[in-house]
Protein backbone atom coordinates (compact mmCIF):
# COMPACT_ATOMS: atom_id res chain seq x y z
CA UNK A 1 0.00 0.00 0.00
CA UNK A 2 1.71 3.57 -1.25
CA UNK A 3 1.14 5.79 1.84
CA UNK A 4 2.93 9.15 2.91
CA UNK A 5 3.06 10.00 6.75
CA UNK A 6 4.05 13.31 7.53
CA UNK A 7 5.27 14.22 11.58
CA UNK A 8 7.22 16.56 13.19
CA UNK A 9 4.56 19.45 13.58
CA UNK A 10 3.50 21.28 17.05
CA UNK A 11 3.38 24.51 18.34
CA UNK A 12 6.48 26.74 18.23
CA UNK A 13 7.17 30.33 19.34
CA UNK A 14 7.81 33.18 16.60
CA UNK A 15 11.64 32.82 16.01
CA UNK A 16 12.02 28.85 16.43
CA UNK A 17 12.26 26.08 14.31
CA UNK A 18 10.87 22.53 13.68
CA UNK A 19 11.84 20.16 11.38
CA UNK A 20 8.51 17.97 8.89
CA UNK A 21 9.66 14.55 8.00
CA UNK A 22 7.48 12.75 5.22
CA UNK A 23 8.10 8.77 5.34
CA UNK A 24 7.00 6.85 2.35
CA UNK A 25 6.03 3.18 2.76
CA UNK A 26 5.22 0.85 -0.21
CA UNK A 27 7.21 2.82 -2.42
CA UNK A 28 10.88 3.99 -3.03
CA UNK A 29 10.40 7.82 -2.66
CA UNK A 30 13.49 8.75 -4.43
CA UNK A 31 11.82 7.98 -8.20
CA UNK A 32 9.58 10.62 -7.41
CA UNK A 33 9.71 14.64 -7.01
CA UNK A 34 8.18 15.59 -3.29
CA UNK A 35 6.56 18.76 -2.64
CA UNK A 36 5.61 20.40 0.50
CA UNK A 37 2.24 22.32 0.46
CA UNK A 38 0.63 23.97 3.38
CA UNK A 39 -2.99 24.80 3.80
CA UNK A 40 -4.45 27.64 6.24
CA UNK A 41 -8.01 27.66 7.84
CA UNK A 42 -9.99 29.64 5.10
CA UNK A 43 -7.47 29.90 2.46
CA UNK A 44 -6.09 27.42 -0.75
CA UNK A 45 -3.53 24.67 0.05
CA UNK A 46 -0.32 26.34 -1.76
CA UNK A 47 2.88 25.35 -2.27
CA UNK A 48 5.80 25.78 -0.39
CA UNK A 49 8.90 24.05 -1.57
CA UNK A 50 9.60 20.73 -3.79
CA UNK A 51 13.01 18.99 -4.13
CA UNK A 52 13.12 16.67 -7.60
CA UNK A 53 14.40 13.05 -8.09
CA UNK A 54 16.48 13.65 -10.97
CA UNK A 55 19.16 15.67 -9.30
CA UNK A 56 18.13 16.57 -5.97
CA UNK A 57 17.71 20.29 -6.66
CA UNK A 58 15.22 22.48 -4.66
CA UNK A 59 12.58 25.36 -5.05
CA UNK A 60 11.27 27.19 -2.70
CA UNK A 61 8.03 29.73 -2.57
CA UNK A 62 9.56 33.63 -1.86
CA UNK A 63 7.46 33.54 1.44
CA UNK A 64 9.93 30.77 3.23
CA UNK A 65 13.15 31.70 0.70
CA UNK A 66 15.97 31.81 2.89
CA UNK A 67 14.14 30.39 6.08
CA UNK A 68 12.99 26.60 4.69
CA UNK A 69 15.04 24.14 3.30
CA UNK A 70 14.09 20.39 1.89
CA UNK A 71 16.22 17.11 1.75
CA UNK A 72 16.20 13.96 1.22
CA UNK A 73 17.52 10.62 3.11
CA UNK A 74 16.88 8.23 0.34
CA UNK A 75 18.40 5.28 2.90
CA UNK A 76 15.63 6.33 5.44
CA UNK A 77 12.91 6.88 2.38
CA UNK A 78 12.28 10.15 3.71
CA UNK A 79 11.91 13.55 3.19
CA UNK A 80 12.50 16.66 5.66
CA UNK A 81 11.07 20.01 5.54
CA UNK A 82 13.75 21.98 7.81
CA UNK A 83 12.05 25.25 8.84
CA UNK A 84 13.63 28.24 10.48
CA UNK A 85 12.81 31.58 11.44
CA UNK A 86 9.27 30.53 11.63
CA UNK A 87 6.50 33.37 11.93
CA UNK A 88 2.79 33.35 12.76
CA UNK A 89 1.48 33.81 9.46
CA UNK A 90 3.34 30.48 8.82
CA UNK A 91 0.43 28.88 10.46
CA UNK A 92 -1.47 25.88 8.26
CA UNK A 93 -1.46 22.03 7.98
CA UNK A 94 1.55 21.06 6.03
CA UNK A 95 1.76 18.29 3.76
CA UNK A 96 3.59 16.07 1.77
CA UNK A 97 2.97 14.78 -2.06
CA UNK A 98 4.82 12.69 -4.24
CA UNK A 99 4.28 12.73 -8.39
CA UNK A 100 6.34 12.09 -11.41
CA UNK A 101 7.40 16.14 -11.89
CA UNK A 102 8.13 18.72 -9.66
CA UNK A 103 6.36 21.69 -9.30
CA UNK A 104 4.16 23.74 -6.96
CA UNK A 105 0.91 22.99 -8.68
CA UNK A 106 -1.50 20.91 -6.80
CA UNK A 107 -2.25 18.79 -9.82
CA UNK A 108 1.41 17.72 -10.49
CA UNK A 109 1.21 15.20 -7.66
CA UNK A 110 -0.07 11.71 -6.93
CA UNK A 111 0.29 10.68 -3.65
CA UNK A 112 -0.54 13.21 -0.72
CA UNK A 113 -0.02 12.47 3.11
CA UNK A 114 -2.60 13.33 5.82
CA UNK A 115 -0.99 16.83 6.99
CA UNK A 116 0.87 17.45 10.48
CA UNK A 117 -0.64 21.25 12.07
CA UNK A 118 2.14 23.72 12.59
CA UNK A 119 1.12 26.30 14.57
CA UNK A 120 3.39 29.49 15.32
CA UNK A 121 2.75 31.75 18.06
CA UNK A 122 3.50 33.47 21.77
Known amino acids: QVQLVESGGGLVQPGGSLRLSCAASGFTLDYYAIGWFRQAPGKEREGVSY????????YYADSVKGRFTTSRDNAKNTVYLQMNSLKPEDTAVYYC???????????????WGQGTQVTVSS
Open 51 to 58: ISSSDGST
Open 97 to 111: AAGDLPGLVRGLYDY
